[in-house]
């Protein structure tokens, strides 16, 4: 009659559990990274909207002079604010500007976030 210690059966578990710590470890930074990735979205996201809020303020309050003043500057409001000015015009005293910031998530992928504001006066 053989005597079994358990030493074969040890001897053939040895690193399972390493690989599944390294399996679990790995989940845990592709969820990090999938998060900051929206995260850096939603950032590009508010700052498009600050930039082209902050234009179409500015266009609004140089409506009077006209379109190239208007949209001159809200452009230097957006660029100011970290974006591009894709488009500008006065619908009567209103301006309507947008603009678009860019972002890359992860390495290798750009994206931009754009966001389109009115600003005019009061009315009612």
């Known amino acids: 009659m053989a005597v079994s210690n358990g ?3 040890r001897a053939a578990d040895r690193g399972g559990a390493t690989v599944l710590l390294l399996a679990v470890g ?3 930074v592709l969820v990090g990274l999938f998060g900051a990735a929206l995260g850096s979205a939603r950032v ?3 700052q498009a909207r600050n930039a082209a809020d902050f234009g179409a303020l500015a266009g609004a309050g140089r409506a009077l002079e006209g379109d190239g003043a208007a949209c001159g500057r809200a452009d230097e ?3 100011a604010n970290g974006g591009r000015l894709v488009a500008c015009r ?3 005293l209103d301006a309507v500007v947008t603009a ?3 972002v890359s998530p992860l390495p290798g992928l750009v994206r ?3 966001v389109t504001s009115r600003a005019g006066p009061v009315r009612g």
């Open 26 to 28: 790995l989940v845990f």
């Open 7 to 9: 030493a074969g059966r």
């Open 100 to 102: 678009e910031v860019g």
């Open 90 to 92: 006065l619908d009567g």
């Open 112 to 114: 931009t976030a754009t």
């Open 77 to 79: 409001l957006v660029r």
């Open 44 to 46: 590009a996201r508010q």
